[in-house]
């Protein structure tokens, strides 16, 4: 059974920064596709960051260019969401995702497996 576990949401001032973790279990993250998605209340769910099998950088939402970047510990089996430079309208849950492809995208439908979300609150 394949589970996503996320952490370390919060409260944090504007232009402040966060960590956000997700260990997976029965599923090795190293040879599939990991996402970083988002949801504001109202909104639809959005994909900001996604790594494939076989890259060496993530692909990003121009949303969270230049401020977010995510990374893989194979050893931990867990990926991270590092955020930087946060603003108020990045206030949302926040989901890792894992898909069977080798190739990553930022769409929902391409990947089979979410967490249960974490909340990030950006205000002063």
């Known amino acids: 059974q394949v589970q996503l576990v996320e952490s370390g949401g919060g409260l944090v001032q504007p232009g402040g920064s966060l960590k956000l973790s997700c260990a997976a279990s029965?599923?090795?993250?190293?040879?599939?596709?990991m996402g970083w998605f988002r949801q504001a209340p109202g909104k639809e769910r959005e994909g900001i960051l996604c790594?494939?099998?076989?890259?060496?950088?993530?692909h990003y939402a121009d949303s969270v260019k230049g401020r977010f970047t995510m990374f893989r510990d194979g050893a931990k089996n867990t990926v991270y969401l590092e955020m930087y430079f946060l603003k108020p309208e990045d206030t949302a849950v926040y989901y890792c995702?894992?898909?069977?492809?080798?190739?990553?995208?930022?769409?929902?439908?391409?990947?089979?497996?979410y967490g249960q979300g974490t909340q990030v609150t950006v205000s002063s």
């Open positions: 995702a894992a898909g069977y492809s080798s190739n990553c995208g930022l769409t929902t439908g391409e990947y089979i497996y």
């Open positions: 029965g599923f090795t993250l190293d040879f599939n596709a």
């Open positions: 790594i494939g099998r076989d890259d060496r950088t993530p």
